[in-house]
């Protein structure tokens, strides 16, 4: 046993505890502090983390690697886009609701056949559905925009009808915090509870745990789905954030990059992959201002990436998963 | 009736070249299970590659001939480098580091070679008349090379001494070490064959479309469909299962349009994968 | 020639092997007798390399198998025949021979010459040639895996468990084969639970217990006195 676990479990959670309002504090002070183009990022790292993070419940957690993440999130933007299309006044709410039950349905859908095959089938057929989804989005020009996307204005923030107002950068990014934070602890309890027990089990052992008697497929079925709709929350806010949906958010491009993040910042500590995606963002940030390099900035980055998958196979915070799901 | 006789040559020619693609990939999953992510992008960069040797000699099969022998150099490279110390990991493990190698690639063409599309001339000219509509010599000399090619792969497999090596390897890795043959040779061997192959596909599918920074993935993505289809690590199966998805995909072309007609292949791959995931082709698994 | 010396070694976190020492001298015929599983199969793992060896040391003709490629041991001249047979089952006959065959180095005529000394010491595997390894009946699996060791020319062969599950005839050809090896001076490392085959095959014994030797005799004392192999092996 380590020293982490030899610390009494008491004053561990306090310990963490008192980490977490830190970092929301920290998190909650930054819009006040920084410029606005650090403003911004500081509120496109939450949602992309919040979108690595339900990519984690599967890889870290179930040990299902899903290259398919962008459907969930894009369809979330589209669904958001639809809601505030068609419905007038533009409504947050609705915006929310449809774009969780366009994530959800197609969740449900690569649920149902991608959780019968297990590891690279699975990963394989997580980006074929996503691929699926992509060529009817762009190929359906007269809904869906087709290439160009869509665009749509922003819906004031309301809450519960008792008061209304307009988003400013920095009321966004409190409601952005806050719903990455209210996912953050609704997703940790989860995989505490018995059903995220389970679901480890599952990624050390999955013939050992349906032996016990678990039904294996139906547990994958609902971690997809819970992964996808918090992928689709993703979409949403990122839709909410930049007014459009456009089928790039769709593409494969967006799901390599949440393994990315996962891989770098740390599987299975969900903390992690918010990590991953501030030391991606902030890797690309830094390395694209770089004479020569600019878009290439991939290249560092890829190898970068491999070097971490060789090397460092836990990733940035790998070292504190015991105590991230203490 | 004239449409459907073009494309079922369509599909066939699309089928030898997708074929060659996808026997390099399921060679490297029998052996090494390993899905490689950056298949594709070797493919890109052996057609970039062989666009440049015709660009300043003017020869196509020096090309295809320089553009095979540099892939599989590089290839071998990538195994020795990022693969070889992944052997005895979680096979997921090697699907993110290829992932990575293929991001690397796609942005180094990027750089090296710019956005646009490069042509490639075609090396055999002029066309043949088949019910009124004219098709080019080159697309069956393409499909006839690509055949050759692989039955040339598959004599050396079946009768060449590293082919029984390769075999034996791929079948009891254990016991072909204890056989003295020195497997970790072998595997990065068999990534050099199958980048090869990957870069000569790219040179021949180069005349078709062009050559982009882009087009790797897609060919990832179809070649993974195929290998699957066909029976991952299956080489008969992947050549049948390249063949019959793209007829299918020839023939749905003429209903919707090409960019939907690859939705075909997705409902393939995922019927194959519910009710005979060991491969449509196969009866039992070996 | 082959030496171990307090052998330990793990599978997992089990630790399977406790300070086994064992020789084989050139061209001598060792028998290691013992129950399931007390460690005899481990100890020809351990000897390859397949087992986590976790102290002790292995020599080769005075050369320290630590740090030898798995594949390295077939050029130093061990040969391997596993007790599960690994035949390669899509390989035909003929493919299953030249995979120790095909060694850098080797001449036609050699190659020949060596095909055709198997094929005179089991000619049903000449007969079968061109059929694939899988199809095999179980004896003719054991001679294939026997002959696929034979064409590595080994100084020493590995031989685990060869007479298990087969017919008595099959046990009685496989019994010459052993006898046959040893008259062209191969030396043998055989693992049974067949004693009557074993005292009459080796020179030496070593009985297993609990994953060690307890006891080493010759054969020929061991004939004289059965009282050892009953009282370790029940028989």
Known sequence: MTAISAAPPRTRAAGYWIAFAMVVGLLLVAPLVLPPF?????????????????????????????????????????????????????????????GLVAAGGA????AYFATRLREIYFAISTLVFSQIFYVIIFTWTEVTGGENGLTFGQPRLSILG?????????????????????????????TQSPFGMVLQSIRENEPRTRAIGYPVERYKIVAVMLSGLFAGLAGVLYALQNK????????????????????????????????????FLLLRESLSRLPYLAEYYLIPVGIIFIIMIIFLPQGLLGFLRRRLNA | ?????????????????????????????????????????????????????????????????????????????????????LIGRDPLTTILATFGVSLVIQKYALWQWGPSVRRINEPVPGDFTLFHLQYPWYRIATAVLAGLIITGLWLFLKYGKYGIWIRATTQDRVMAQAMGIPVPLVYTGVFAIGSAMAAASGVLFGPFAGVTQTMGFDFTLRAFIVVVVGGMGNLAGSILASIFVSLLESYAAIVVSPAQAVIVSFVVLVLTMLFRPTGLFVPTPK | ????????????????????????????????????????????KAIMGMARRTGGRITFEGRDLQGVPPHGLARLGIAWVPEERRIFRLLTVLENLRTGLDRPGITPAHRDALLEKV?????????????????????????????????????????????EGLMPRMVAQI???????????????????NVPLTLDAAGRVYIMEKGAVRHHASAVELRADPRVIHEYLGV
């Open chain 1, 244 to 279: 459009f949906a456009a089928p790039d958010f769709v593409f494969f491009v967006v799901s390599g990059e949440v393994v990315i993040f996962n891989v770098m910042g740390g599987m299975g500590t969900l903390v992690g992959p918010f990590a991953g995606a501030a030391f």
């Open chain 1, 38 to 98: 650090w403003q911004r990022f500081a509120t496109e790292i939450l949602i992309w983390g919040l979108l690595a993070m339900s990519s984690d419940i599967l890889i870290g957690y179930t040990g299902m690697v899903s290259f398919g993440h962008s459907a969930f999130f894009g369809l979330g933007m589209y669904g958001a886009a639809a809601a505030l299309l068609t419905v007038k006044p533009p409504s947050l709410s609705l915006a929310l609701i449809y």
């Open chain 2, 1 to 85: 009736m004239d449409q459907i006789l073009v494309q079922t040559l369509h599909g066939l020619v699309n089928g030898m070249v997708l074929a060659m693609v996808a026997s390099g990939l399921t060679l490297i999953f029998g052996i090494m299970d390993i899905v490689n992510f950056a298949h594709g992008d070797l493919l890109m960069l052996g057609a970039f590659v062989g666009a440049s040797v015709v660009g300043v000699t003017g020869n196509y099969w020096l090309a295809l001939l320089v553009a095979a022998v540099v892939i599989a150099i590089l290839g071998a490279l990538l195994q020795i480098t990022t693969l070889r110390p």
């Open chain 3, 1 to 44: 020639m082959l030496i171990l010396e307090s052998v330990d070694a793990h599978y997992g976190k089990s630790h399977v092997l406790h300070g086994v020492s064992i020789e084989v001298r050139a061209g001598e015929v060792v028998g290691l007798l013992g129950r399931n599983g007390v460690g005899k199969t481990t100890t020809l």
């Open chain 1, 107 to 110: 969740a449900v859908f690569v």
């Open chain 3, 175 to 193: 019994q010459e084969i052993v006898h046959a090896l040893h008259r062209d001076g191969v030396a043998i490392l055989l693992v049974e639970q």
């Open chain 1, 162 to 190: 008792l008061w209304s107002d307009r988003f400013t950068p920095t009321t966004f990014h409190w409601f952005v915090l806050a719903v990455v934070v209210v996912s953050y602890l609704v997703v940790r309890r989860i």
């Open chain 3, 119 to 163: 094929y005179a010491y089991f000619p049903i595997l000449k007969e079968r040639r061109h059929q694939a390894g899988g199809t095999l009946s179980g004896g003719e699996q054991q001679m294939l895996a026997i002959a696929r060791a034979m064409m590595l020319e080994p100084k020493i062969i590995l031989l685990d468990e060869p007479t």
